[in-house]
T-cell receptor, first 115, second 114 residues
Framework: DAGVIQSPRHEVTEMGQEVTLRCKPI?????LFWYRQTMMRGLELLIY????????DSGMPEDRFSAKMPNASFSTLKIQPSEPRDSAVYFC?????????????FGDGTRLSIL | DAKTTQPPSMDCAEGRAANLPCNHS???????VYWYRQIHSQGPQYIIH???NNETNEMASLIITEDRKSSTLILPHATLRDTAVYYC???????????????FGQGTILTVHP
């Protein structure tokens, strides 16, 4: 079975550029999560979608970050304009219903470097 | 969600059982115990979870004490590929708009040596 698919795996770009990260959740899962991992802050939840609707975006660091889920099989995380402090590994995870008895399954992440 | 306490690091010989402890003394009745691991450069990998009863799957076993204040993850025959950071997480039973939030602490660095 296909797991969570993220693209690109690596992204290097200059500050000020727009960055778009993509995620395809596991088929049948209706909950999607975007996380960010850095050495300093560990793994942080950025935003949670349920049935394509953003439920909790309290972890989104600032207005430069936006996330969308236009349908059940696709989500994007956009950073515009990007800054060097946005450099991190970004993970997408999906689960069924987001509940405590339904594990979240993670993709392999996008390693983002902003120069 | 209840806080968890894990040892920062552990060693295990290849082929032996790895027993990773976790304390969650403030756990509530509707909170699950989850274990994830993260191998360098990869995304967190779900291992196993449970509520009250012991659980076993193809990867590991989870032993939860009767008072639910602690648990142990058992990798029955550790291999070098099991070297990773292991996270014990407690999460509320919720769904839909009220979701169970995963909060990753420092975890236990398990090193499996030949």
């Amino acid at each position: 079975d296909a797991g969570v698919i993220q693209s690109p795996r690596h992204e290097v770009t200059e500050m000020g550029q727009e960055v778009t990260l993509r995620c395809k959740p596991i088929s049948g899962h209706n909950s999607l999560f975007w996380y960010r991992q850095t050495m300093m802050r560990g793994l942080e939840l950025l935003i949670y979608f349920n049935n394509n609707v953003p439920i909790d975006d309290s972890g989104m660091p600032e207005d430069r970050f936006s996330a969308k889920m236009p349908n059940a099989s696709f989500s994007t995380l956009k950073i515009q304009p990007s800054e060097p402090r946005d450099s991190a590994v970004y993970f997408c995870a999906s689960s069924f219903e987001g509940g405590g008895n339904q594990p979240q399954h993670f993709g392999d992440g996008t390693r983002l470097s902003i120069l | 969600d209840a806080k968890t306490t894990q040892p920062p690091s552990m060693d295990c010989a290849e082929g032996r059982a790895a027993n990773l402890p976790c304390n969650h003394s403030t756990i509530s009745g509707n909170e699950y115990v989850y274990w994830y691991r993260q191998i360098h450069s990869q995304g967190p990998q779900y291992i196993i979870h449970g509520l009250k009863n012991n659980e076993t799957n193809e990867m590991a076993s989870l032993i939860i004490t009767e008072d639910r204040k602690s648990s142990t993850l058992i990798l029955p025959h550790a291999t070098l590929r099991d070297t990773a950071v292991y996270y014990c997480i407690v999460i509320k039973d919720a769904g839909g708009t009220s979701y169970g939030k995963l909060t990753f602490g420092q975890g236990t660095i398990l090193t499996v040596h030949p």
